[in-house]
């Protein structure tokens, strides 16, 4: 990938540009992403909010490199991320960024151990599977079945299999989004715990304005744009939100 990361921006991990994204379906054209200019950095805990259908999966999406923009740049450090191949894309996710999503994508057939074994074996500095479902607070379900789990036990094992490889990032597309208030206060004390000891920038996709409050900078997407950002003077601990 190309090197040059704006200086400008020092403690920048993403910085974006003027980023577009058009979707072509046949002769229906939608424009979910209508220039998009970002600075996120390094630690933070940002919430993106937004209507449905404002951009702000296809926002994520893009900075984690699982989706190229129709226009404008964005730089992950000092790496070009448009522009680049297929492949240094997957490497770039591979290395730097952890997902989480709304339904936990554990594979059924292996235990929490192993969902989380199958992602570090792959990885250059990975933390021992044990240790990151420790991390999450199911050091006593190492051996458990997805399907022996509570849904918010899954989700503490998908955490926990996205940060076992120690990204720099960690992308949250709704992960409280199938789970009742109560579960999903435990999933986002997981989340504020890995962003505080890991200094993990965690960006988390909600529609729940009251998570807002757990977050650094709450960024709310408005018909592809930024329609606001706003700086937490002080941070609600996640365990006291409810929604
Ligand atoms: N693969 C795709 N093909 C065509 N259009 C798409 C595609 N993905 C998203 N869109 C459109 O782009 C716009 C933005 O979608 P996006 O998924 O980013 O919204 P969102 O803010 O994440 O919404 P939600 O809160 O419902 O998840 C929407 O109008 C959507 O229909
Ligand atoms: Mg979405």
Redesign the pocket.
């Known amino acids: 990938m190309m090197a040059h990361m704006p200086d400008a921006f020092p403690n920048a991990v993403f910085v974006a540009h003027n980023l577009t994204?058009v979707?072509?379906?046949g002769e229906v054209e939608?424009?979910?992403?209508r220039g998009i200019d970002l600075t996120l950095n390094r630690g933070e805990l940002v919430v993106l909010l937004?209507?449905?259908?404002?951009?702000?999966?296809?926002?994520?999406?893009i900075l984690g490199g699982l989706d190229a923009p129709s226009g404008g740049e964005v730089y992950y450090l000092d790496h070009k991320l448009t522009g680049a191949s297929e492949a240094e894309l997957t490497r770039f996710r591979r290395e730097h960024v952890g997902f989480v999503f709304q339904f936990y994508n554990l594979i059924p057939s292996l235990t929490a151990r192993e969902n989380v074994a199958a992602v570090t074996e792959i990885s250059q500095t990975p933390m021992r599977p044990e240790d990151a479902l420790a991390l999450v607070g199911l050091g006593n379900r190492l051996d458990h079945f997805p399907a022996q789990l509570s849904g918010g036990e899954q989700q503490r094992v998908a955490i926990a299999r996205a940060v076992a490889k120690n990204p720099a990032v960690l992308l949250c597309?709704?992960p409280t989004g199938a789970l009742d208030s109560a579960t999903g206060v435990v999933v986002l004390e997981v989340l504020e715990k890995v962003n505080r000891e890991l200094g993990t920038l965690t960006v988390l996709?909600t529609?729940n304005v009251g998570i807002a409050g757990m977050a650094d900078r709450v960024i709310r997407?408005s018909d592809?744009r930024i329609a606001d950002i706003h700086e937490n003077a002080t941070k609600k601990p996640a365990h006291d939100l409810a929604w």
């Open positions: 994204k979707y072509r379906m939608v424009q979910a992403l937004g209507p449905s259908g404002s951009g702000k999966s296809t926002l994520l999406n597309d709704e996709i529609h997407l592809g």
